[in-house]
Each structure stands twice: as C-alpha cells, then as structure tokens.
C-alpha cells in the first residue's frame, strides 16, 4: 500500500472513538431520520398532527446526551438552530400554516446537512497522525493498518 493508503486508514481509525458511544449517537440519528421523514410526510399529506408530533419527537432527541457530539461554537450554532427551526416547525403545525411548516422543514433540513459537514470536517482535523521522519516508518504504517506497507 502507499503512503496515502495509510492515511487513509489512520484517518478511518482515528474516526471510530468510543464504539458505545458512536453506537448510541447512531442509533439517534437514525431516530432523528425516522422523524424526520414523518415530518416531511405529514407536510406532503397536509397532517398537521403528524408533523406536530414527530416535531416534537426531534426536539427531545435533540436535548439527549447522545446529541452533543462536538464542544464547539459551530457544533452548538448548528443545534441551536435545528432547534429553532424544530421549534418554529412545531409552531406552524398547530397554527395549521403548511407553507410556515414546510419552509421550517427545509430550514430544519439545512441545519442537519450544515452540522453533519461540521461534525465530519471536525473530526478530520482532530485526528492526531504522526508527525516527522517516524510517520513514514513502517511501524507507524502498521498502527495505522497498513498491512504490507512500501517504501518510496
């Protein structure tokens, strides 16, 4: 493998953390998907009830532990305003306003997408590789999951 194969590796391993947590964070977001897809069926069938009810399902995934993946500005920026557009979603729904509530279903949409880029961004420049002549030994190769690693 080259020099960048083992990059890539180390950045993949550096990525997985606390396997529990990761796992409970997953099973979150994936929470968060179903809702949100109720949500977006509830705009398309005009069920305000539906969209109310799993909008409030999504603002009490967003106040778990398992939430708060980052401790940084943009990380609670990017939640803030999920909220907000949860918030204003849930609001629309019971004022029966479905162009208010599909506007707040693409806003809420948007902070997802933006925090997901954070979220993914952040932890690439976390990783802590090795730096100097040692992070192209073959040794430092073998931690990162090269298995057969070459020399330039």
């Known amino acids: 493998m080259t020099l960048t194969c083992a990059v890539v590796a180390a950045v993949v391993s550096g990525l997985a953390g606390d396997d529990r947590s990761d796992e409970k964070t997953s099973k979150l977001m994936r929470k968060k998907l179903e809702h949100a897809q109720k949500v977006l069926e509830g705009v ?36 803030n305003e999920f909220r907000r557009s949860v918030d ?44 100097g002549p040692e992070s192209f030994s073959a040794e430092a190769s073998l931690r990162a999951g090269d298995v057969r690693p070459t020399v330039p």
């Open 88 to 131: 204003e979603l849930i609001q629309k729904a019971k004022d029966k306003n479905l162009d208010g509530a599909a506007l707040s279903y693409v806003e809420m949409t948007l902070a997802c997408v933006k925090c997901h880029k954070h979220v993914r961004e952040a932890r690439m420049t976390r990783l802590d590789l090795p730096t």
């Open 44 to 79: 398309a069938l005009k069920d305000f009830d539906l969209i109310a009810r799993h909008g409030e399902e999504l603002m009490l995934l967003s106040q778990q532990a398992e939430w708060h993946v980052l401790k940084t500005p943009r990380y609670e920026v990017s939640s």
